[in-house]
Nanobody, 126 residues
Framework: QVQLLESGGGLVQAGGSLTLSCAAS????????KAWFRQAPGKEREFVAG????????RYLDSVKGRFTISRDNAKNTVYLQMNSLKPEDTAVYYC???????????????????WGQGTQVTVSS
């Protein structure tokens, strides 16, 4: 059974940092794209960051560029999201996702992803 387990969320003051991790089990996803999405209360789920299977290509939501960094360790079957200079508007439940196929055309499209974690809460206080 495939599971994606996120960790690293929590409460942080504005300007602080957090690192989210998403470890996959039940299957190896070395050759699949991975991404992070988030959903704030009353809002739709939105794309935050995506990374190709080699790690050589990344894509970010404009509002997090320069503050967030996505990375992956294929040996550990894990994807990370380093979040710096956090803002109250970053408050949301963060989800990791793994693509349906080896190739992916649109990192921002949630329908490109077949596997999702249960989410981890990130709360940024002002």
């Amino acid at each position: 059974q495939v599971q994606l387990l996120e960790s690293g969320g929590g409460l942080v003051q504005a300007g602080g940092s957090l690192t989210l991790s998403c470890a996959a089990s039940g299957r190896t996803f070395s050759n699949y794209a991975k991404a992070w999405f988030r959903q704030a209360p009353g809002k739709e789920r939105e794309f935050v960051a995506g990374i190709s299977w080699t790690g050589g290509k990344t894509r970010y939501l404009d509002s997090v560029k320069g503050r967030f960094t996505i990375s992956r360790d294929n040996a550990k079957n894990t994807v990370y999201l380093q979040m710096n200079s956090l803002k109250p508007e970053d408050t949301a439940v963060y989800y990791c996702a793994v693509s349906q196929t080896v190739t992916i055309s649109d990192y921002t499209d949630p329908y490109e992803y077949a596997y999702w974690g249960q989410g981890t809460q990130v709360t940024v206080s002002s």
